[in-house]
């Protein structure tokens, strides 16, 4: 059973050449169980949903996880839609493939060198994925190469003020807690820009779930492998006061989890 204390945050975005290897192992331990806990993952995802075209023949999940949006995007775009789901966890493709088969291509790649073809894609779907991109500018401009002229991606990302409850509950005296270093909405329409998108379309949502405890809501965290594996250190005396303060918190429906959702449609 998972315990609070067994949990590390998720980290701030390091400098070390090993973060994409921590983040990937991180993914993949949790596959397993990702479907358990992707409760919120999945209601913002379905806010790209209603945004997806009439038609499209070529279509990448980039970050696809265990490949949910990757088998209803086979569904819905037919026979004619060839999907492929793109993730750097190879757990989470394992799991894919496990649930979902070959119907869909599985590929295992860093969304910022994709082994695709120039111009070749209809539609690029992300859901929770670039927020993990330590290179922003040169995703979006492998995205921008990768899409056929008036092809279009539908982006979910997650910007500052994004588990705010959680950072609140954890910090500790001059130690703040160890949460990415979330990109705000100007970045992410500056980097578009740069990589040549013609339309860029920009919105921004709060989006916020209950959970009964502090080990639901940790578990909702380290579920779906947002964290790195890291010592954190944690004591029964930090345990103690992170639940007194997230109970400070409590509203009637439970204790709070605050997501900033920030959507880009971009079309090339």
């Not at 358990?36 to 970050?63: K, V």
């Not at 496990?98 to 869909?104: M, Q």
């Not at 910090?171 to 339309?199: E, K, T």
Request: overall charge positive; aromatic content about 6%; hydrophobic content about 45%.
């Amino acid at each position: 059973m998972t315990t609070v204390t067994d949990l590390d945050l998720a980290p701030a975005r390091p400098p070390s050449a090993d973060w994409q290897r921590r983040v990937a192992r991180a993914f993949s331990r949790a596959a397993p169980r990702y479907k358990c806990f992707a409760a919120a993952q999945h209601a913002m995802g379905e806010t790209l949903w209603t945004r997806l075209p009439a038609r499209a023949d070529a279509i990448l999940d980039l970050g696809c996880g265990p490949g949910h949006w990757s088998a209803r995007l086979a569904d819905r775009f037919g026979e004619g839609g060839a999907v492929t789901g793109l993730d750097l966890a190879p757990g989470m493709l394992e799991e894919a493939r496990r649930c979902h088969g070959k119907r869909i291509h599985w590929l295992c790649t860093d969304a910022a060198a994709l082994p695709l073809p120039d111009a070749g894609l209809d539609l690029v779907f992300s859901n929770l994925a670039l927020q993990w991109c330590p290179d922003l500018e040169a995703v979006l401009a492998e995205l921008h190469r990768v899409l056929r002229p008036g092809g279009r991606a539908l982006i979910n990302t997650l910007m500052p003020g994004t588990l705010a409850e959680v950072s609140e509950a954890w910090s500790r005296p001059s130690q703040p807690a160890a949460l990415l270093d979330f990109r705000d909405a100007a970045c992410h329409h500056r980097a578009a820009r740069l990589a040549g998108f013609s339309r860029i379309g920009v919105g921004a949502t709060t989006q916020r779930f209950h959970y009964p405890d502090l080990a639901a809501v940790m578990a909702s965290i380290k579920g779906v492998g947002a964290q790195a594996a890291r010592g954190a250190g944690l004591t029964r005396a930090d345990l103690t006061r992170a639940t007194r303060r997230y109970e400070a918190l409590r509203e009637p429906a439970g204790l709070p989890v605050t997501y900033h959702l920030l959507t880009l449609e971009l079309e090339r």
